[in-house]
């Protein structure tokens, strides 16, 4: 099999910078990359994808297959987070006519994290008023009604995100690599999992991917029966146990390095949960100032979106039936105005 293609020159800009030149402000908090785009920059990791970087996505379009990424608003059965309601779908019928009304929460099925959702001071549990977003923005401007600052519109405003997506199904290498686990419990897949998968799978990465990771929950979900299924979304604090990305600094400097514009799976949280203070490279226990976890940095540090309880399960068999694991992302954010978060609305263009 050939390799998925070559990797592209990266943009000669200032926004190459590595993660070893973070924070890039003597002050601001760690990890984060302040000030590299522009101030007042409220796009993040976006800004990655130039005209150039989308135009090059549309190649990864060949046969013209599209393949929906979105679970149903109504799963899962019961919001995996115990504060976040189902969705609830009211039908009205009018004679001749019919409506329709929803209430959700945009984050109980399928979702984008936006940067509003949590900030620094998150898993040290510093007062609210002390938390800082993307930028520096602190928690009293976006609880400023009459102000949008960060809101998930800023993503449909500027066309949503059209990009080449990659698949990374971790589900499958784990299992023929006699890596065994539950879903359902914190089992913390370490970067070099990640590099052997995208090793196996052939994979060369670019500059404005958008990185989708295959954990297997959604398969795992839907195997259970609807008390499990109930059960499952009750659990509270530590007990609310799911698989997600390990939480260490060597994770943090790959997914900074290689140029991914935005990071999404199919399971709860995107890194293991319950969410651990990120383990630094050199060995040594995290400092005061590094009791940050993953969400943190990359939502309110990079401006990177997280993308949540995707359905992958269609899109792997399609990229194993192909031996491809490259395809064009599409995806429109609702557009409300200072919006934490959104469905995800994602399709994949194989």
Known sequence: MAPITSDAERPKTEE??????????T??????????????????RLNLLTEDVVRDALLSARSGQTIS?????????????????????????????NDDDIALNTQASSHWDGLRHVGYGYLSRLPSQEAQYYGGVPQAVLNDTSKHTLGIDRV??????VARGILLDYAVWADQAGVHYSPFERHAIP??????????????????DVLLIRTGWTSAYRALSAPEKEELGLRRGEERTH????????????????????????TVALEAWPARPIRLENGTPPRAEVQVCMHEVLLSGWGMLIGESWDL????EACHQRRSYDFLLVS??????GGVASPSNAVAVL
């Open 16 to 25: 190459r910078r590595t993660y070893s030149d973070l924070p890039l402000r």
């Open 27 to 44: 002050g601001d908090p760690f990890a984060s990359a302040w000030g590299l785009f522009s101030d007042g920059d409220e796009l993040g």
């Open 69 to 97: 990424l979105n679970l149903s608003l109504e799963e899962p059965l019961v919001p995996m987070n115990p504060q976040r309601r189902a969705c609830v779908h009211t039908y009205t019928h009018k004679g001749f006519s």
């Open 156 to 161: 449909a405003q500027r066309g949503g995100i």
């Open 191 to 208: 970067l070099p999992h990640l590099l052997a998968c995208a090793h196996q799978q052939r994979i060369q990465f670019r500059c404005g």
């Open 243 to 266: 698989v997600g990305l390990e939480q260490h600094e060597s994770t943090l400097r790959w997914l900074f390095d290689t140029g991914f514009s935005a990071v999404a799976s199919d």
């Open 313 to 316: 399960d269609r899109l792997a």
């Open 332 to 337: 429109m954010p609702l557009s409300l105005p």
